[in-house]
């Protein structure tokens, strides 16, 4: 997507251990306007295939993941809760992931009231690096007994291979804008 290539290269900054920061319109400011233009974007990338939620992941993923459901019917969005909030009742579906950003490992769960078997889903996430937080999510669509209709990521950092492992698996995944490195904190994106 050309003009989110625009905004990480006028925006973007590099931080040590390849973490790229775009804190101006997705990951401390949100720009709304441009988050539909990426919601009408998965929307245009998904046409086809059956989508009746959105699942993300707390924290980044939820304000990103509520503007693109407005580009798919409305569709209800969950968020996969880290467990230490405990003000979750009922039967649970678990996973573990590993943090890129904070190196820690968290429980995520999610309430199989709201992912059944019924759903068709489809995870939309910021960023994309090893698929550890990808893996998780899939654990859990997997437990539930829902269908992965596909992942869509806002940016794919191609050199840590996450994006492979998902392809490989069968699984469709758009990322509207691919980095191929940040090496010596220059951002190339394919
Ligand atoms: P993964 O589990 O694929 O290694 O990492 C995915 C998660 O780590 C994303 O949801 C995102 O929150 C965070 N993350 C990974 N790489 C970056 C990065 O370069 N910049 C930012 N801001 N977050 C990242």
């Known amino acids: 997507m050309e003009q989110l290539k625009q905004r990480i290269l006028?925006?973007?900054t590099v931080k040590p251990g390849n973490v790229l920061k775009v804190d101006s319109f997705l990951n401390?400011?949100?720009?709304?306007?441009?988050?539909?233009?990426i919601g009408a974007e998965f929307a245009r990338r998904f046409a086809g295939s059956p989508v009746n939620k959105i699942l993300t992941i707390e924290a980044s993923g939820i304000g990103i993941a509520a503007i693109?459901?407005?580009?798919?019917?409305?569709?209800?969005?969950?968020?996969?809760?880290?467990?230490?909030?405990?003000?979750l009742d009922g039967d649970l579906c678990h996973a573990r992931v590993e943090s890129f950003t904070h190196k820690t490992v968290s429980d995520v769960v999610v309430s199989k009231k709201f992912l059944s078997p019924d759903?068709?889903?489809?995870?939309?996430?910021?960023?994309?690096?090893?698929?550890?937080?990808?893996?998780?999510?899939i654990d859990l669509v997997e437990k539930a007994g829902a269908e992965l209709s596909g992942m869509g990521f806002i940016i794919e950092k191609a050199f840590q291979h996450g994006g492979d492992y998902l392809r490989n698996a069968g699984i469709r995944v758009e990322s509207l804008a691919i980095i191929e490195s940040l090496d010596n904190c220059e951002i190339k994106i394919r």
């Open 10 to 12: 006028e925006d973007g």
């Open 28 to 37: 401390h400011q949100i720009d709304i306007a441009f988050m539909n233009q």
């Open 68 to 87: 693109c459901a407005q580009h798919f019917d409305n569709a209800p969005v969950v968020f996969a809760k880290k467990s230490k909030s405990l003000n």
């Open 119 to 137: 759903d068709h889903v489809l995870v939309i996430d910021d960023f994309l690096a090893n698929g550890n937080a990808a893996k998780g999510i």
